[in-house]
């Protein structure tokens, strides 16, 4: 039998009091001692956010996604392969006459997920890029995208049940480098999918209703936002900020994980001043996962040890604690709309209602032209800001029609 590791692989931590790290530079500072935050958007009474620049920009829009049957066949193609393959794995498992030939395996195994694990990380920078060059519409690439959210999760089902399955295998365990390989895999498999991309998988195989999706892209990564049942949602991925053969910055210190928060802090100051995140390392695959239920929602943050920088995250914010303000209002003989924002692709509050009586309108909203969704039995609907200016057209059952012109968030 082979010995536990007196050290398990993976480290979860949630630090209470912040000490000083040796060995770890902070942030360059820029002329008026103020930290660069690279990528991250500073917010108001919450969250800081995971942000495109705005001069790496290469395309915006709005998309709703529909029935796909082409999508549903392939996901649920892909699925039955996975759980061919992890009901296979485990009849062999328990076949082997030797802890040798069941090392083997599990190595067989590994292997075939570090090799689709890798299609995955190429099909989603190719899909960026397409999508970015004008190569696929948008649809096409938020389908790419629930793919491959659908495929690891299916892959991280096999590394579970892998793990399981050896440990309840008397007189054996894995050795620490195939645990290293498994949780290697397990923390890259995290940063491709996300809830955006989920649900997307969910309204083409008609699970979910379609729901309006921002999406914005640039040349090495994607921001995806929406808002539903009461939340503000979104998740972005920057591929600049993620580099793989890079010396791990955190692992030099003498605090790995002190590091991070060190880090983390300087991007999320108001969520460390409410609380400490917990804090999570995969193997050594230098992906430091941040995580926090915080007063307005929830953060999830992957920062990469070779550049410190966070490259993937994915927010939920209570819409009744976002901060807004009336930026924009418009009457026509019989119609008000008012139109409420928050922050630059943070939600947005269209308000229609009867110029007269004051009462709640059903209308029809559109933003820069394209179609967004109905107000509800309150004359409100919430969706998600453009960037720069745009304008929100109202258009009533009645064929009213308001035109309300909007300067973006600064």
């Known amino acids: ?50 942000a495109i620049p705005a001069s790496d920009v290469r395309s915006t829009t709005y998309n709703r996604s529909s029935i796909d049957v082409g999508v549903a066949v392939a996901a649920g193609s892909s699925d039955l392969r996975s759980d061919y393959a992890t009901t296979t794995f485990e009849r062999q498992f328990f076949q082997q006459d030797s802890e040798a030939a069941r090392d083997r395996l599990v190595d067989e195994t590994l292997t075939d997920i570090d090799s689709q694990r890798t299609s995955l990380e190429q099909r989603n920078q190719a899909a960026i890029q397409q999508y970015a060059s004008g190569v696929i519409t948008a649809t096409e690439f938020l389908r790419q995208l629930a793919l491959i959210d659908a495929e690891s999760r299916q892959l991280a089902t096999r590394l ?3 793990r399981a399955t050896a440990g309840t295998a008397p007189d054996y365990s894995l050795s620490p480098a195939q645990r290293f390989r498994l949780e290697n895999n397990r923390g890259v498999l995290k940063t491709y999918r996300g809830p955006i991309s989920q649900r997307i998988s969910s309204e083409t195989a008609g699970e979910a209703e379609p729901n309006a999706v921002y999406v914005e892209v640039s040349s090495e990564g994607y921001m995806l936002s929406t808002v539903s049942d009461g939340q503000y949602t979104r998740e972005t991925y920057l591929g600049q900020d993620r580099e793989q053969t890079a010396v791990d910055q955190f692992t030099q210190t003498n605090d790995s994980l002190g590091a991070v928060n060190t ?29 926090a239920d915080h007063s307005n929602g929830q953060l999830t943050a992957y920062l990469d040890g070779g550049t410190t920088n966070v490259f993937y995250e994915t927010q939920h914010l209570e819409l009744t604690t976002v901060d807004r ?16 924002q928050s922050f630059e692709s943070g939600p947005l509050l269209v308000t229609v ?32 800001e453009p960037r720069g200016e745009y304008t929100v057209t109202v258009t009533t059952q009645d064929g009213d029609r308001v035109r309300v012109p909007v300067s973006g968030s600064a």
């Open 1 to 50: 039998m082979r010995p536990l590791p007196a050290v398990g692989v993976i480290l979860l931590m949630v630090v209470s009091v912040a000490a000083p790290v040796t060995g770890f530079a902070s942030p360059a500072q820029t002329a008026d001692g103020s930290d660069q935050l690279p990528q991250i958007t500073a917010v108001d009474n919450t969250t800081n956010h995971l």
């Open 160 to 162: 579970d049940r892998i």
């Open 263 to 291: 880090r983390a802090e300087t991007l999320y100051p108001w969520l460390y001043s409410e609380q400490y995140p917990s804090v999570q390392t995969y193997g050594r695959s230098a992906i430091y996962q941040i995580q």
């Open 325 to 340: 303000s009336e930026v924009a209002t418009n009457v026509n003989q019989s119609v008000r709309v008012r139109v409420e």
């Open 353 to 384: 209602s009867d110029n007269s009586t004051g009462s709640t309108a059903d209308a029809t909203v559109r933003i820069n032209g394209k179609r967004i969704g109905t107000t509800g039995t309150d004359g409100s609907l919430w969706t998600v």
